[in-house]
């Protein structure tokens, strides 16, 4: 059980790090192409990759495909792949370090919708953590200085639409596998963004093929390295290794493009991941009784 524990946080710091230098490359490419087209390039890699893969499992694709709540789980895929239009955008306007910091409050949106839409009961100190964490925010945002930008909104915005995304998983995780997710958000995402781009196309640059591909490897291997590790060990227990994208993202917005880090942003980012990894540890202690 420890050894699982252990495989499943080390699974998680590499997922992590993939999904963090996936977002590197991701604002490299958006600063001159067509932020649709890359994600919907991203998409038709990993529905590739997803019709590769059936060919080497047991299980029938009919069999992975079976679900009970088919609008939920397609729902899903589309408002992931929106989300990741979005964000991608945003690292073009703030850069890694502070979408990253913003976008870093998820959980705690997570958590505040897991009442009403799962039922899930909270006592007063994780809904102070909730509203600490949303002060961090604040402090990130700094509202006195008059400078909430357009991307200052859309990371707020991108926040709350993965935080339901995650909402709509922990939904459907009660009745269908991993896998399952994991097919009907390939497929949601692809169906969404071949539409999109049927109105909004752009030729990637020439010049830019292998770093989309590299982009393209990093996405599905980050999406399928984050399955296996829920698969190995608790998603309460591998949450918190989470945080470290901020850190990956930030390490990589400051070396590689030059990006600054102020003490609001530390001070900010600090206040919404202490409150993070309180929400979680109260979680984790409740559902196992200690």
């Keep these: 059980m420890q050894n699982n524990v252990l495989f499943g946080i ?19 490419l958006a600063e001159k192409n067509n932020v649709f087209t890359l994600v919907t390039m991203r998409y038709w890699f990993i529905a590739f990759v997803m019709m590769v893969t059936c060919l080497f499992i047991k299980n029938r694709i009919s069999d992975i495909l079976n679900t009970k709540q088919p609008y939920i789980q397609f729902s899903r895929g589309v408002i992931l792949s929106l989300n990741n239009c ?31 839409f799962l039922g899930e009961r909270f006592g007063w100190r994780r809904w102070m953590a909730i509203f600490t964490g949303f002060i961090g925010v604040i402090i990130i945002l700094r509202p006195n200085t008059n400078v909430i930008t357009e991307g200052s909104i859309f990371a707020i915005v991108g926040a709350i639409m993965f935080a339901v995304y995650l909402i709509l998983t922990r939904y459907v995780s009660r009745s269908d596998t991993a896998i399952t997710s994991f097919f009907w958000t390939g497929i949601g995402g692809t169906v969404t963004m071949s539409l999109i ?23 599905a291997g980050s999406h399928y390295m984050m399955v296996k590790t829920l698969q190995v060990a608790e998603a309460s227990v591998v949450q918190p290794f989470s945080y470290l994208q901020l850190v990956f993202g930030s390490i990589i917005g400051v070396t590689i493009f030059s990006e600054s880090i102020d003490l609001m942003i530390i001070v900010g980012a600090l206040v919404v991941i202490g409150s993070g990894l309180f929400t979680t540890w109260r979680e984790y202690k409740i559902k196992h009784n200690i």
Excluded: Q
């Excluded at 781009?197 to 982009?215: H, P, T």
């Design 86 to 116: 979005l964000v991608v955008y945003t690292f073009t306007l703030l850069g890694l370090v502070e979408t990253h910091a913003i976008i870093a409050c998820y959980p705690l949106i997570v958590a505040g919708l897991s009442v009403p």
């Design 197 to 219: 781009s049927l109105f909004i196309w752009d030729n990637i640059l020439k010049e830019d093929y292998l770093w989309l591909l590299l982009m393209c490897i990093l996405s």
């Design 10 to 28: 080390t699974l998680m710091v590499i997922t992590t790090f993939m999904f963090s230098s996936m977002d590197g490359v991701s604002r490299y």
